[in-house]
């Protein structure tokens, strides 16, 4: 089997319920769609959500159609890891971590799905499964919402069966946090799970400073307390709290991991299945993170459950609310796996 073509699209329009964290608010849905195309007729597809400017699916598509496709042509679609190192040896001038991380990834998970596809099973049969459901929590806790609001959705995850909630903080006061993270646990009750999510908006004494506040409220984790490049300040900070540190969906590739869970700076990873590199990469630090009994969340849904449900450390699948047409239903706060060939996911 040969790959014979490569078609690259976009779009971009925007959102129609914009959501706001610490540090941006998220307005625009951009999606860059990759379909490989083979001799033997079978077909692997990707959709990458990409950036909030108008703009920013496009430069995507340019660099993944006129630089990352070419080096394609011909090549045996099996060999995952074989084109991904084709890839970075081609975009190493450039530095591969950022844009042509994420260019890769795409193609990544349309070659993972190709292979799904070719031979009728969905990927994380490929994989290696270690079990048939997934627990998850619910990203319902953004900024923009008032304390009512958050109540309203925080009880609605609750009432869908999730096993617990993620609230957005550090877009204020610690004063401010305080009430809302507090509101959410009484609405959600004392044994659900409740996680908070700073989008890399503090300085160290000051992600100090809440992490103390957040834990002394029986917050599960602590999300991008520090910028996400800053490997020393997460191990400092993770020395000095009792609530664990989960950070990891703004590194790029598996090297970026290496330091970052070897010195303790985490307690749950987060790889993005965009900017880590795709299935194959997210895989590979889940692998190294079990190897120091680091837990693994993945950051997202969708085509990510193939890599989760491959785990041994695998702890939660990030989600949003059900829509009111879900064609499933949570069972003990779990997703099932889905059954169709390729990459497919519940909450894509």
């Not at 089997?1 to 129609?16: A, G």
């Not at 009792?242 to 990873?269: H, K, M, P, S």
Request: proline share 5%; with cysteine.
């Amino acid at each position: 089997m040969k790959i014979t073509k490569v078609d690259v699209s976009v779009t971009s329009e925007p959102k129609r319920h914009p959501v706001r964290d610490a540090i941006q608010w998220l307005d625009r849905d951009g999606q860059v769609r990759v379909q490989i195309h083979t001799d033997a007729g079978v077909t692997g597809a990707s959709s990458t959500y990409f950036g909030r400017e108008q703009s920013s699916p496009m430069i995507l598509a340019t660099l993944i159609e006129q630089q990352l496709t070419p080096a394609l042509i011909g090549d045996d679609p099996v060999l995952i890891r074989g084109i991904r190192a084709k890839l970075r040896r081609l975009t190493d001038y450039q530095g591969t971590a950022g844009l042509s991380t994420i260019g890769i990834s795409a193609i990544d998970q349309a070659l993972w799905d190709l292979q799904g596809k070719a031979l009728g099973v969905p990927v994380w049969q490929l994989l290696g499964a270690q079990r048939m459901t997934i627990p998850t929590y619910a990203m319902v806790g953004w900024l923009e919402l008032d304390v009512a609001g958050l109540e309203r959705v925080s009880a609605r995850a609750m009432e869908q069966g999730f096993r617990g909630v993620k609230v957005k903080v550090g877009g204020g006061p610690l004063s401010e946090d305080l009430q809302r993270v507090a509101a959410v646990r009484r609405v959600i009750g004392d044994d659900a799970d409740l996680m908070v999510d700073a989008n890399q908006a503090f300085d160290y004494a000051e992600a100090l400073r809440r992490g103390r506040a957040y834990d002394d409220l029986g917050c599960r984790w602590l999300e991008e307390p520090l910028p996400a490049d800053d490997t020393l300040g997460h191990i400092r900070l993770a020395e000095k709290l009792d609530l664990q540190i989960a950070t990891g969906e703004n590194r790029y590739g598996q090297q970026a991991f290496r330091d970052l869970i070897a010195g303790g700076g985490v307690g749950v990873v987060q790889p993005d299945l965009r900017r880590a590199g795709g299935v194959t990469d997210c895989h590979e630090i889940g692998l190294l993170a079990a190897g120091f009994n680091v837990s693994y969340a993945s950051h997202g849904g969708g085509a990510h459950i193939h890599v989760l449900a491959a785990l041994p450390n695998t702890i939660y699948v990030e989600s949003g609310l059900l829509p009111d047409n879900s064609p499933i239903t949570l069972t003990d706060g779990c997703y099932p796996l889905p059954d169709q060939p390729g990459l497919s996911g519940w909450n894509d």
